[in-house]
């Protein structure tokens, strides 16, 4: 017969705890119990998509664009002046867009 190397091994203590009867003495109300978790609170951590955001404030300061960036047309992403590859009826595009 075939012996698998991979399957965990039990020692004789932990056949004896798994054991029917000693399955059968253990009583349901000596283990501890969890505790209650309010589906409110829970609730609270999920932002839902579409929700009323106007109370909320932000916590970053917002700088202007300096003189040697860009926002690309495309992805709309500020980049470094350097990462400009075309520039079409007036809109900047970067390198990665163009690539």
Same mark, same amino acid.
Do not use: N
């Given at each position: 017969m075939a012996t698998d190397y991979d399957a965990p091994r039990k %020692? $004789? /203590? !932990?056949v004896s705890e798994d054991s029917l $009867? $000693?399955?059968k003495t253990r009583q349901p109300g000596s283990q501890s119990s969890? &505790? !209650?978790v309010d589906e409110a609170d829970l =609730? !609270?951590?999920f932002e839902l998509p579409?929700?009323? +955001?106007?109370g /909320? /404030? +932000?916590?970053? @300061? &917002? %700088?202007?664009? @300096? =003189? !040697? $960036?860009?926002t690309c047309f495309n992805c709309f992403l500020v980049k470094h002046r350097s990462q400009i590859a075309?520039?079409?009826d007036g809109h900047l595009y970067c390198s990665e867009c163009e690539s």
């Open positions: %020692t $004789e /203590e !932990d $009867e $000693e399955l969890a &505790v !209650d =609730a !609270d951590a579409g929700a009323d +955001l106007s /909320e /404030e +932000l916590l970053i @300061q &917002v %700088t202007p664009p @300096q =003189a !040697d $960036e860009f075309a520039e079409r």
